[in-house]
């Protein structure tokens, strides 16, 4: 009826003109600041961005019954090579919901234990302070934690098998799933990315979010003797990994130096009574090496021979190092933390300067040695720098904080106003001038070599 009989549209009447201006309507306006809005959001980064987006769906259907919680697998072999379930986890979360991917690898000669250096880990750019990227980093891990359709909590952490989370200075571990998120007592506080190790099943893509089916828990490769490394995954291994030989069991006569790490440097640290105990052969080590070789007539080498491995294994106590010698007083007064080093041929101050962080002169000054030339055989008194040996083993990159960088940038005797507790650009470079006087690989990351030779 009247309803179904359409007027004409009316034709739009021209704008009216006062002093030359054209007054626009009012939708114009609107339309104007639309495609404004939308221009502005098409240059804007993804963290403009707040309407949650699709969590991820698995390819293959999920078993009734899903995988028990990984139990804690730790790294103990050196293989940084990328396992194809980490892989695959990157591919799936960065097409899903964006982020930076800050990496999978690590350098087994950066310090500390990490899935990174069994290519296990992955690295995820999300930053805290940017609310879309939190809120992606919140969505993500509701998803992980939920309770599956069977009631199992953390269903998806399980298909995936991740082992544990880190973000924003909390830990979830799947190996202490009843006790939630955790306060995280790293050292980083993982406030520009979320950390995810995985693990053996969840790294080598066996778990059933990739396969449909449970496979047998993977406990990875085993270490024999305690301080060695363990060789790399070659297959799964269904049963825990017995416990590792004590060091002390050994019986080689290897020859160890100065550098080394190996459990024969544990057992040579125990029965010399150097403290702590690393493993790694450095001039602590070398000094009551070389004390234990003079006080039981042995030929003084530095390295651990035959002879030296006999004397040790048999001797009913073991000679330390004394604390001070005439020519070494005026240093340990003058220096509260202090390490004797006696002199190689080859030595040069400027050589030593480098390698300890230790100014030329106060070497000279402690020693009272010439400022060019060193006597071979000389034992001299190197400053320790102190409140940095509680960091021996932690590693420090671009974007650390805390009081483990502000004693980095103390000890690399950055000026007061750059010792900020963050790693910043300034840090890095001063990091690398290091390593590359080193001859190391100008990373920017600060690992156990880079405590030790600044005193640690």
């Not at 993982?190 to 047998?216: F, Q, R, Y």
């Not at 070398?286 to 042995?298: I, K, S, V, Y």
Request: one cysteine or more; hydrophobic letters at 40%; a positive charge.
């Amino acid at each position: 009826m009247g309803s179904a009989h359409r007027r004409p549209a009316r034709r739009p009447s021209r704008p009216a003109r006062s002093g030359g201006a054209v007054r626009r309507p009012a939708a114009a306006v609107v339309v104007a600041l639309a495609v404004l809005v939308g221009v502005v959001l098409q240059g804007a980064p993804a963290s403009a961005a707040t309407t949650p987006v699709p969590d991820p769906v698995s390819s293959v259907a999920a078993p009734a019954k899903v995988e028990g919680f990984s139990p804690y697998l730790p790294q103990v072999s050196c293989d940084p090579t990328i396992k194809p379930g980490t892989a695959a986890l990157r591919t799936l979360l960065m097409t899903t919901y964006g982020g930076r991917d800050l990496g999978i690898s690590r350098g087994c000669d950066i310090g500390g234990t990490s899935e990174h250096k069994e290519g296990r880990a992955f690295d995820w750019g999300l930053s805290v302070a940017v609310p879309a990227e939190k809120a992606i980093a919140t969505q993500f891990l509701a998803w992980l934690l939920t309770p599956g359709p069977n009631g199992m909590a953390g269903y998806n952490a399980r298909r995936l098998g991740v082992m544990y989370v880190i973000w924003d200075g909390k830990i979830w571990g799947a190996y202490r799933a009843a006790d939630g998120w955790r306060t995280y007592t790293g050292g980083e506080a993982h406030t520009d990315h979320i950390h995810i190790s995985l693990s053996w099943n969840g790294a080598m893509e066996k778990t059933s979010w990739w396969t449909g089916k449970v496979a047998p828990t993977d406990y990875g490769p085993c270490v024999a003797v305690a301080g060695a490394t363990a060789p790399v995954w070659s297959g799964p291994r269904t049963t825990p990994c017995p416990p590792p030989a004590d060091p002390m069991t050994l019986t080689g006569t290897p020859l160890l130096a100065q550098g080394m790490t190996d459990p024969y440097v544990i057992q040579l640290q125990r029965l010399l009574h150097v403290s702590p105990v690393t493993g790694y052969f450095g001039p602590l080590t070398d000094a009551a090496l070389r004390t234990f070789q003079t006080a039981h007539g042995l030929q003084v080498t530095a390295t651990t021979t035959p002879a030296t491995w006999t004397a040790l294994r048999g001797a009913t106590s073991v000679v330390s190092p004394p604390t001070s010698d005439p020519q070494t007083v005026t240093a340990a007064r003058s220096f509260p933390s202090a390490m004797r080093y006696t002199v190689r041929r080859g030595d040069t101050l400027s050589g030593l300067a480098t390698r300890w962080r230790s100014t030329v002169s106060a070497i000279v000054s402690a020693s009272r040695l010439s400022s060019t030339t060193l006597r071979t055989g000389q034992v001299i008194t190197i400053p320790v720098r102190s409140g940095i040996t509680k960091f021996t083993w932690t590693s420090l990159h671009m974007g650390s904080t805390g009081v483990a960088v502000k004693a980095l940038q103390t000890a690399l005797e950055m000026r007061k106003k750059y010792r900020t507790g963050l790693f910043g650009p300034i840090t890095r470079s001063r990091v690398n001038a290091l390593k590359s006087a080193h001859h190391w690989t100008a990373d920017g990351v600060a690992g156990p070599g880079v405590w030790r030779a600044l005193g640690a």
